[in-house]
């Protein structure tokens, strides 16, 4: 009998080792190696006639390499051909990652519905049943997309050799299995293995592979860190649950920017393209509110306005809270520090609860001045007039700093009829005719002696 090969991984990293060990040396991580069966296969499985005879490769000079052959498939999804790059490029693996229930299998399966070309729909985690219930919330009719229930890869090749679809999404790598490892599904040496043979599959057929893969509490793809340097493109499905927008973002992408963003609205009839973000983040309430106040940033290279909500009010225990939501609550107590400085507001006694609206997650620097001026607002009980807004960072001793594309903000916050955008003084702005008024700042004062 052949003896059974095995080896040792990390669950984590997905670094190997020769003995069980119960710490993975490499990422520190404790508990997480596991035995796994493998047995190398003796030959590929993926075979077309082509990779039979093996093409030896030349170098060429840049100029001379055909690009032409590139063109990219067109995913009738103006918000993921963005994230992509301007859309599929043919022979691409890309991955989809993002927590449970984010709605990953719901955008690629609204993506197969909608493109005139052969989709191969693969799944090992739903029956065919189910996604055709899901399908019909979506767009029931669509003749070019087939479903598929099978976690085998060599099976899956079978099919798709019969089917020759144009398009193959798989969901998810992690429910898939090869025969030639013989560790249980999900585990590092399959994951390994299958998007090998896919991607073997993807490069010498030319055919385009959307992979969907679960994320770990802590937010990384599970299984290895190996599967998002194998991919091309490595996409990010996120958003609060509970919230209806949902952002997709490009963490690496070989054919294009990783600064795009694409944004959805869950539906009851699947995700949405938002075109125009910004409209829906702002209320547009009549009366105006104390302690709101917004904010001109830019995800990505996208411009959005973003509302900041402040409650200050008396603290009743000895410590005063500061909470944050969407926003770094270090970074809201340097603020808070900054205004008891150099603009002598004690709110030492204070509680200070902050709230980015929408549900989202800012790290832009430029909201700093919004948080600012929405503390400021709560704390005198004062509304805002509401057609202001806010562009600038906050610097430790109180001066106001310039912001990155700074005039890409303006003419988003002109494009949505604010009146009045607050930057910093140093900012370089050669916009001309510009029907908002641009109101140069340089020291948190003058913000306070402006507004209050
Ligand atoms: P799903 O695509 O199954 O998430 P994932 O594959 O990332 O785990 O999507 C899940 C959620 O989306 C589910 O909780 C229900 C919701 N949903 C809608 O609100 N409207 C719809 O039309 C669909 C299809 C799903
Ligand atoms: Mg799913």
């Given at each position: 009998m052949a003896k059974v090969k095995t080896t040792f991984?990390?669950?984590?990293?997905?670094?190997?080792?020769?003995?069980?060990?119960?710490?993975?040396?490499?990422?520190?991580?404790?508990?997480?190696?596991?035995?796994?069966?493998?047995?190398?296969?003796?030959?590929?499985?993926?075979?077309?006639?082509?990779?039979?005879?093996?093409?030896?490769?030349?170098?060429?000079?840049?100029?001379?390499?055909?690009?032409?052959?590139?063109a990219r498939l067109d995913t009738f999804d103006a918000e993921f051909n963005r994230v992509l790059g301007g859309g599929i490029v043919p022979g691409s693996l890309t991955l989809?990652?993002?927590?449970?229930?984010?709605?990953?299998?719901?955008?690629?399966?609204?993506?197969?519905?909608?493109?005139?070309?052969?989709?191969?729909?693969?799944?090992?985690?739903?029956?065919?049943?189910?996604?055709?219930?899901?399908?019909?919330?979506?767009?029931?009719?669509?003749?070019?997309?087939?479903?598929?229930?099978?976690?085998?890869?060599?099976?899956?090749?079978?099919?798709?050799?019969?089917?020759?679809?144009?398009?193959?999404?798989?969901?998810?790598?992690?429910?898939?299995?090869?025969?030639?490892?013989?560790?249980?599904?999900?585990?590092?040496?399959?994951?390994?293995?299958?998007?090998?043979?896919?991607?073997?599959?993807?490069?010498?057929?030319?055919?385009?592979?959307?992979?969907?893969?679960?994320?770990?509490?802590?937010?990384?793809?599970?299984?290895?860190k190996i599967l998002e340097h194998m991919v091309d493109t490595v996409l990010q499905f996120e958003g609060d649950r509970n919230h209806v927008f949902r952002i997709l973002r490009a963490n690496k992408n070989r054919f294009g920017s990783t600064n795009e963003l694409g944004i959805y609205e869950m539906q009851g009839s699947g995700l949405r393209e938002v075109s125009n973000p910004s409209e829906i983040l702002i209320s547009k309430k009549d009366e105006e509110l104390s302690g709101n106040a917004i904010a001109a940033t830019l995800e990505g290279m996208r411009p959005l306005m973003i509302e900041v909500q402040a409650l200050v009010s008396t603290a009743v225990y000895g410590t005063p809270q500061r909470s944050a939501t969407g926003f770094n609550a270090k970074r809201l107590n340097m603020l808070l520090a900054v205004l008891e400085k150099r603009a002598g507001f004690r709110l030492g006694a204070k509680d200070v609860f902050l709230n980015i609206t929408g549900g989202i997650t800012v790290d832009d620097p430029a909201i700093d001045l919004a948080v600012v001026a929405s503390i400021l607002s709560s704390n005198e009980d004062e509304a805002l007039q509401k057609d202001f807004c806010f562009a600038a960072e906050v610097g430790l001793s109180g001066e106001i700093r310039p912001v990155q594309r700074v005039e890409q903000r303006i003419l988003e916050a002109e494009k949505l009829g604010f009146s009045t955008i607050f930057v910093s003084k140093y900012n370089k702005i050669s916009l001309k005719n510009t029907q908002i008024k641009i109101q140069l700042i340089s020291k948190i004062e003058d913000v306070v002696d402006i507004l209050l």
């Amino acid at each position: 009998m052949a003896k059974v090969k095995t080896t040792f991984f990390c669950q984590s990293c997905g670094n190997q080792f020769a003995k069980w060990q119960g710490q993975c040396t490499a990422c520190k991580a404790w508990n997480t190696i596991v035995e796994e069966v493998i047995q190398k296969p003796e030959k590929s499985d993926w075979k077309s006639p082509t990779s039979t005879v093996k093409r030896a490769s030349v170098p060429l000079r840049i100029n001379e390499i055909d690009t032409s052959k590139e063109a990219r498939l067109d995913t009738f999804d103006a918000e993921f051909n963005r994230v992509l790059g301007g859309g599929i490029v043919p022979g691409s693996l890309t991955l989809l990652g993002g927590e449970p229930g984010i709605g990953k299998s719901t955008l690629l399966l609204q993506i197969s519905l909608k493109l005139p070309y052969k989709t191969l729909y693969v799944s090992g985690e739903e029956s065919q049943k189910q996604i055709k219930m899901r399908a019909e919330r979506i767009n029931p009719n669509n003749n070019n997309c087939y479903i598929l229930t099978e976690t085998k890869t060599q099976n899956i090749f079978k099919q798709i050799e019969a089917l020759e679809p144009d398009i193959v999404i798989i969901d998810s790598i992690q429910t898939l299995h090869s025969d030639y490892i013989e560790s249980s599904s999900g585990s590092i040496s399959q994951i390994k293995e299958c998007t090998t043979e896919l991607i073997k599959f993807a490069k010498e057929t030319a055919t385009p592979v959307l992979l969907i893969g679960h994320i770990t509490k802590d937010g990384h793809i599970a299984g290895p860190k190996i599967l998002e340097h194998m991919v091309d493109t490595v996409l990010q499905f996120e958003g609060d649950r509970n919230h209806v927008f949902r952002i997709l973002r490009a963490n690496k992408n070989r054919f294009g920017s990783t600064n795009e963003l694409g944004i959805y609205e869950m539906q009851g009839s699947g995700l949405r393209e938002v075109s125009n973000p910004s409209e829906i983040l702002i209320s547009k309430k009549d009366e105006e509110l104390s302690g709101n106040a917004i904010a001109a940033t830019l995800e990505g290279m996208r411009p959005l306005m973003i509302e900041v909500q402040a409650l200050v009010s008396t603290a009743v225990y000895g410590t005063p809270q500061r909470s944050a939501t969407g926003f770094n609550a270090k970074r809201l107590n340097m603020l808070l520090a900054v205004l008891e400085k150099r603009a002598g507001f004690r709110l030492g006694a204070k509680d200070v609860f902050l709230n980015i609206t929408g549900g989202i997650t800012v790290d832009d620097p430029a909201i700093d001045l919004a948080v600012v001026a929405s503390i400021l607002s709560s704390n005198e009980d004062e509304a805002l007039q509401k057609d202001f807004c806010f562009a600038a960072e906050v610097g430790l001793s109180g001066e106001i700093r310039p912001v990155q594309r700074v005039e890409q903000r303006i003419l988003e916050a002109e494009k949505l009829g604010f009146s009045t955008i607050f930057v910093s003084k140093y900012n370089k702005i050669s916009l001309k005719n510009t029907q908002i008024k641009i109101q140069l700042i340089s020291k948190i004062e003058d913000v306070v002696d402006i507004l209050l």
